[in-house]
Structure formats: C-alpha cells, structure tokens
C-alpha cells in the first residue's frame, strides 16, 4: 500500500533559523499533498498545500517543494519563531481525494 | 475557518462497551472524515463520507466502526464494541471542497 514516511522525528532549530521538515511518499500517483501542524493536545492545522503539477508553492514564511521524481516533499520555515514548535506532518491523497495518508510526523523544537 | 467542535472532549468505556463520538460543525459542510491518532504515533484515516454516503474507508474501519449523518448537522462515528488498542485521539475532518480539510479539536478514548 501507500506510505508516506519523515526522514527524521526531531529537528531543534535557533529562533530565528530556517527550519526545512522533509518527507518521502512512495505512491507515484498521490496528486494532492498537505503540510500540518500539531500542537500538543490540538487537531493537525492545514500549513500549506500542493498539486502535483507544481514544484513550489510558497504561503506566509513557508514554502512547499515537490520532488517528484525522487518523491520527496519539504517544508521551509522562515525565520522560526518559538510559536512553531509543534509536530509536523506531511499528507498525500490521490485524484479522488477520498483518502488521505499521513506520514509519521517531525517534531521541531525552536529553541529562544 | 469555521470551527468544528468535537464531543465528548474525553470518553472513557469500558472494554466491549459501544461509543458515539460525534463532531458538529456549525454550518453545512460537504465533506467528511475521521481520523484516529494513537499516543505518539501518526494520524491514521478510518473513512470519508460524502453525500451521506462512505466514499472510502480503511482497513482500520472494520464492521465495529460505522459512520452516520442523523440530522444534518451532527457527523458521528459509533463503535459497537470497544476494545483496548481502539483507545486514541479521534479527529472528525470537514471541507467544503474535496481538497480541502479541517480538522475539529478531537476525542480523547480511553477503553479500559
């Protein structure tokens, strides 16, 4: 089946820094893919999206690349504030948009 | 965004006891999910409901899961018959576009 995994569970950054959070899909046919946040006791919050027939999509300090060719997904965070400390998940779906996959999640620590 | 209340925020159940976890979102909503997160790990799809139907369910969501609509505003998951690994976080999703999902402040089940 699908999977979408986090290369690594923990990333400390300076406030300040930029933060990049990755992500490896293997389903050559996800189309659609989510970056969330998750504070601790909180429902993931949608951070930014992208369609596969991008590369890059940038929002408010965060920027979503798309590697399809070696299925890898990044999330850039500018200038980190404390304020981003939380877990982040990467999420794929397909066309149809009925179901969605979750990768394992990175927790970023921003440290003042 | 529009804010989905979950409820109970905290069930605790007995082992083989049945459970309703029901999600109300303030306004008609198109789109439907549950997720569940057990502690620490990543966030699992049980299923999507659409047009008060189930568009796509996870191997997860076996016969003791079922999803309904009763009133038009009330989205609920009942379980029938509790079992211990089923204790987690439960997420109701909505969006008014397919691509689109947020997600309510969750359940906490505890199956003892």
């Known amino acids: 089946g699908e999977s979408v995994g986090l290369h690594l569970p923990t990333l400390s950054v300076q406030e300040g820094d930029n933060s990049i959070i990755n992500c490896a899909y293997s389903n050559s046919a996800s189309d659609y893919f989510i970056w969330y946040k998750q504070e601790s006791g909180k429902g993931p919050q949608f951070i930014i999206d992208i369609r596969s027939n991008m590369d890059k999509r940038q929002g408010q300090r965060v920027t979503v690349l798309l590697n399809k060719t070696v299925k890898h997904l990044s999330l850039q965070i500018a200038a980190t504030q404390p304020g981003d400390s939380a877990v982040y998940f990467c999420?794929?779906?397909?066309?149809?948009?009925?179901?969605?996959?979750f990768g394992s999640g990175t927790k970023l620590n921003v440290k003042p | 965004e529009p804010e989905v209340t979950q409820t109970p925020s905290h069930q605790v159940t007995q082992m083989g006891q049945e459970v309703i976890l029901r999600c109300v979102p303030i306004s008609n909503h198109l789109y439907f999910y549950w997720y569940r997160q057990i502690l620490g790990q990543k966030v699992e799809f049980l299923v999507s409901f659409y047009n008060n139907e189930i568009s796509e369910k996870s191997e997860i969501f076996d016969d003791q899961f079922s999803v309904e609509r009763p009133d038009g505003s009330n989205f609920t998951l009942k379980i029938r018959s509790t079992k211990l690994e089923d204790s987690a976080m439960y997420f109701c999703?909505?969006?008014?576009?397919?691509?689109?999902?947020?997600f309510g402040p969750g359940t906490r089940l505890t199956v003892t």
């Open positions: 999420a794929e779906t397909d066309d149809n948009f009925n179901k969605f996959y």
């Open positions: 999703a909505w969006g008014d576009r397919a691509d689109e999902q947020y």
